[in-house]
């Protein structure tokens, strides 16, 4: 079992930042990688952010977050990061980070992960 602890959600003004941290902790021994989703209000399905493979060298991102969102990982620390720049309003969402254990891979799907976190709440507002 893998346990995911995500922090760092708040409210923040749009063109602001925020950085999301996700710890990971239990069965982490082997490779993993791991994503970011997103749940808007008012619906039910989580859509996805970012990923990342185990080793650091490839992510991929969504498109309305390409440039302003980065994905980093610290495996000494059994750690993800989602770095948000330029915040826009409807970046507002639920963040949760997700792991696919013994994968070196990137995954999009929800369905591919194995583990999830409770999520942190991020709120773009004036």
């Known amino acids: 079992q893998v346990q995911l602890v995500e922090s760092g959600g708040g409210l923040v003004q749009p063109g602001g930042s925020l950085r999301l941290s996700c710890a990971a902790s239990?069965?982490?021994?082997?490779?993993?990688?791991t994503g970011w989703f997103r749940q808007f209000p008012g619906k039910n399905r989580r859509a996805f952010v970012a990923a990342i493979d185990y080793n650091g060298g490839n992510t991929l991102y969504e498109d309305s977050v390409k440039g302003r969102f980065t994905i980093s990982r610290d495996n000494a620390e059994n750690r993800v990061y989602l770095q948000m720049n330029r915040v826009r309003t409807e970046d507002t969402a639920l963040y949760y980070c997700?792991?696919?254990?013994?994968?070196?891979?990137?995954?999009?799907?929800?369905?591919?992960?194995?583990?999830w976190g409770q999520g942190t709440q991020v709120t773009v507002s004036s």
């Open positions: 997700a792991v696919k254990s013994g994968s070196t891979e990137i995954h999009v799907l929800t369905n591919e992960y194995d583990y």
């Open positions: 239990g069965r982490t021994g082997g490779s993993y990688a």
